[in-house]
């Protein structure tokens, strides 16, 4: 196979060149070759077959120990100018980078087959979707976008008709960590990632293209590339409201976006479009759209069970694949809080010892195709989206932040995005459970200048007067014994609740300094196992507190110097005042 687009053909010749494979396999997307690419990685090891009468078509990966999240301290953006990479980013001039990385991909495939994988974002005929072509010697990583993304002839086709599209040059090489490196060169459209076979590292559609890209071109053309699950909230009437939520990564995005309502909520239903990225778009009438780029889930595998989301637990019981979790005595997989079964064998592949840590790693995650998903939403093909109501920031907060507030406006919304923190996870290497700053939940994701990223949103009021709501939610405050005050999972559609309830404008709200909250008889309790101290503990904000907290938020602001937007200044202003 080849291609009549000649770019296309030139960077893959020079590609070929450099990184010296031994086969070339054009990806067509169909199922006998993910059949094929199964049975090859069966018989090579990279893939453990599971037990298949109560796991059909499910399997195992093992990463290298030494390869299992992002790493954020290697991953780069390249820009000409410094300042435009920002702060919230690492930064290499572009020639020295692409310098630094050539290098590694030198003769870095001989004896291995390149594999080329084209892609679409989002769906093949929304004018909303972008391409891109991902080079790659890895046969896991090629399942994977089968899985996640519309790979393949299709995709190809829209490329060779449009003739743009991102590029994306990725090798295992070695799994050495000192030779691992995953760099952005946006005004060329290019990645180049060295080194890990993992997720956010390797598969180039998700975060590397999805959002680092992504969301360079959206500011350079008038969108926005989020962190965000799409999900659909259906009232016992019949009508839908549509949210897009940004929680930093392993915060809940995927658990919410296949909440299944509590039986205290006769009536209600819940449709999934997205678990982690959206982008998002104004249509004619100046409302907000957005659209999945995404066709499958890379979900976060331990915690996941019958009780917490029943939709994912039925979901990955078929045509997944499992990576980094343990085994039974069944060759079944097992991980922590699965409810069911006992591990034999850790996420290593050692026998199992319960003092030695966690048979799944925390940071195990479950490959799985959207169709699988018991929720999935028909409108999550639709070329143009869905119009969103409200737009939810969140983060891992055990003090401080209340269980949800409203923005008193879009620009008090951007600068609660802004302002976002959150605890770290297993989901980027480094310690786990400091507070960061994560504004938009985008922290890690984001391929400029976050003061520029704000000025971008700002921009967004200038442009319609029939934008989304702006909310800030946390599932996570926690007690002194470090026991979660609200129960999460499905009782949070009590809380999507009255965040459409507002939009509807159905209810008032007690206006705080940072924003509107709930009185709390308009959050539903029926059914629910809380007192009304801690309800009204979840619902209150605490000034003394806050005004640390908007110290913090000042002194971040202001690393971001003169590229600051005047704008968002303002609005920190405006709360220093409210709280002082
Ligand atoms: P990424 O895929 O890394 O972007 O993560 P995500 O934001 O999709 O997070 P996910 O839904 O996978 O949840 C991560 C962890 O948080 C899991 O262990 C969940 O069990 C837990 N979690 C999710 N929702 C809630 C909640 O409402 N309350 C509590 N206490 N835990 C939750
Ligand atoms: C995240 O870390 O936000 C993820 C997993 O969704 S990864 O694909 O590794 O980025
Ligand atoms: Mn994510």
Redesign the pocket.
């Known amino acids: 196979m080849t291609t009549s687009l000649t770019s296309l053909k030139d960077w893959i010749d020079k590609s070929v060149s450099q990184t010296l494979p031994e086969n070339i396999h054009w990806c067509d997307g169909s199922e006998e070759e993910y059949n094929y690419l199964i049975k090859e990685m069966n018989k090579s090891g990279d893939l453990h077959e599971l037990n298949q009468d109560n796991y059909p078509d499910c399997y195992l990966h093992r990463s290298d120990p030494s390869d299992v999240a992002r790493v954020e301290h290697l991953t780069f953006i390249c820009t000409k100018n410094e300042d435009d990479a920002g702060p919230n980013n690492n930064w290499m001039m572009p020639s020295k980078a692409h310098q630094k990385i050539d290098r590694l991909f030198d003769g870095a495939m001989r004896g291995r087959t390149m594999y080329v994988v084209p892609y679409c974002m989002g769906p093949i005929d929304s004018p909303h979707a972008r391409c891109g072509v991902e080079i790659t010697d890895s046969a896991y990583v090629v399942a994977n976008m089968k899985l996640m993304t519309r790979m393949g002839s299709k995709a190809l086709k829209r490329i060779e008709k449009e003739g743009n599209f991102v590029k994306g040059l990725h090798s295992t090489g070695q799994l050495d960590p000192n030779n691992r490196l995953i760099m952005h060169f946006p005004d060329e459209l290019m990645i180049k990632s060295f080194g890990s076979g993992y997720g956010g590292n390797a598969l180039l559609g998700k975060k590397c293209h999805a959002l680092r890209i992504a969301s360079w071109q959206a500011k350079q053309e008038g969108w926005l590339a989020e962190?965000m699950?799409i999900v659909g909230i259906e009232n016992p009437q019949g009508e839908t409201h549509y949210l897009a939520c940004a929680?930093?990564?392993?915060?809940?995005?995927?658990?919410?976006a296949m909440l299944i309502p509590p039986k205290s909520q006769p009536g209600w239903k819940v449709w999934t479009l997205g678990?982690?990225i959206a982008w998002l778009h104004l249509d004619k009438n100046g409302q907000m759209r957005a659209i999945n780029p995404e066709a499958g889930y890379?979900?976060?595998v331990?915690?996941?069970n019958e009780k917490?989301?029943k939709n994912a637990f039925d979901m990955i019981k078929n045509k997944t694949i499992y990576t980094n979790v343990g085994l039974t005595k069944d060759n079944e997989p097992w991980w922590e809080d699965k409810d069911i079964g006992e591990p034999v064998t850790d996420w290593r592949g050692n026998s199992f010892e319960a003092p030695k840590g966690p048979a799944a790693h925390p940071n195990s995650r479950f490959t799985v195709s959207a169709t699988n998903n018991p929720s999935y939403s028909k409108l999550a093909e639709a070329p143009d989206g869905v119009v969103i109501s409200a737009i939810v920031f969140g983060g891992r907060r055990k003090t401080l932040a209340p269980l949800v507030y409203e923005a008193n406006s879009w620009e008090h919304g951007v600068l609660i995005g802004a302002g976002v923190a959150s605890e770290t996870?297993a989901?980027a290497a480094g310690e786990v459970g400091v507070v960061r700053r994560d504004p938009m939940a985008m922290k890690p994701f984001c391929g400029y200048n976050f003061a520029d990223y704000w000025d971008h949103w700002l921009s967004f009021s200038k442009k319609s007067n029939n934008l989304p709501k702006i909310f800030h939610v946390n599932?996570?405050r926690q007690n002194e014994a470090g026991e979660?005050l609200?129960p999460?999972?499905g009782e949070?559609l009590r809380v999507l609740r009255w965040i459409i309830d507002r939009c509807e404008n159905n209810v008032g709200t007690n206006e705080t300094a940072i924003g509107g909250l709930p009185n709390s008889k308009d959050i539903d309790t029926n059914d629910l196992d809380i007192s009304p101290e801690v309800l009204k503990e979840l619902l209150s904000v605490e000034n003394s507190e806050w005004r640390d907290e908007i110290n913090s938020i000042g002194e971040y602001l202001e690393s971001y110097g003169d590229r600051l937007p005047a704008a968002l200044k303002k609005e920190f202003t405006k709360l220093e005042m409210a709280l002082s």
């Open positions: 962190h699950l929680f930093p990564s392993a915060c809940g995005k995927t658990n919410l678990d982690d890379f979900g976060v331990p915690g996941t917490t989301n996870t989901a599932w996570f979660f609200w999460g999972f949070n």
